[in-house]
């Protein structure tokens, strides 16, 4: 079984920058594509980053392009999510999660919290 968990969030200013680590456990990150997904409260989980398993193509939502970047490391079993410019807007718990090629993500992590202050 693949577990994956997440690390690197805290609480940063404003413009400030974060890097967030998945990181599995379990089995190979190889033949699994990663995305990123963050909520905050009142507000309805969102995919912010997606990186698929083979070419590692990328993909981002609007709210954070240009600004965020993931990535990953296959011999390090871990995708990390780059964040820059961070914004209040941006506070949320971020989580990553894993599919197996299709749509559906079948493994989650626990989540770490991003906090922005003003």
């Known amino acids: 079984q693949v577990q994956l968990i997440e690390s690197g969030g805290g609480l940063v200013q404003a413009g400030g920058s974060l890097r967030l680590s998945c990181a599995a456990s379990g089995g190979s990150m190889i033949g699994l594509g990663i995305a990123w997904f963050r909520q905050a409260p009142g507000k309805e989980r969102e995919r912010v980053a997606t990186?698929?398993?083979?070419?590692?193509?990328?993909s981002y939502a609007d709210s954070v392009k240009g600004r965020f970047i993931i990535s990953r490391d296959n011999a390090k079993n871990t995708v990390y999510l780059q964040m820059n410019a961070l914004s209040p807007a941006d506070t949320a718990v971020y989580s990553c999660a894993a599919n197996q090629g299709g749509e559906d993500y079948l493994y989650w992590g626990q989540g770490t919290q991003v906090t922005i202050s003003s």
């Open positions: 990186i698929t398993r083979w070419l590692g193509r990328t």
